[in-house]
């Protein structure tokens, strides 16, 4: 059986107010925009303990810290795969 990809956002108030408030949306539409709701766990965390170094997320375990939108994208398209998603 396929693994999923487990996507951790961080949703400690820190991270929360200095991004990842937007950037949970954003990663939903990337989801649902390449249809990938199926590959992946998505959920909240709380605070990673890295609150110097966020807003971040976690993906199957490895840190990202320092998020914006443009950087979320670049990281999910890295991960999985360059999509032609909707400019
Ligand atoms: S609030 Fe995100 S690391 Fe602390």
């Known amino acids: 059986?396929?693994?999923?990809?487990?996507i951790q956002i961080c949703l400690g108030s820190s991270c929360f107010s200095r991004g990842n408030k937007v950037l949970v949306r954003?990663?939903?539409?990337?989801?649902?925009?390449?249809?990938?709701?199926?590959?992946?766990?998505f959920h909240g965390a709380h605070c990673f303990s890295?609150?110097?170094?966020?807003?971040l997320m976690s993906i199957?375990?490895?840190e990202y810290q320092q998020l914006n939108e443009e950087r979320v994208r670049m990281i999910l398209?890295?991960?999985f795969g360059p999509v032609s998603s909707v400019l």
């Open 26 to 41: 954003v990663i939903e539409q990337y989801l649902n925009e390449n249809n990938l709701r199926h590959l992946v766990h």
């Open 1 to 6: 059986m396929e693994q999923k990809v487990d």
């Open 50 to 55: 890295s609150c110097d170094k966020g807003p």
């Open 77 to 79: 398209n890295e991960i």
């Open 60 to 62: 199957d375990g490895r």
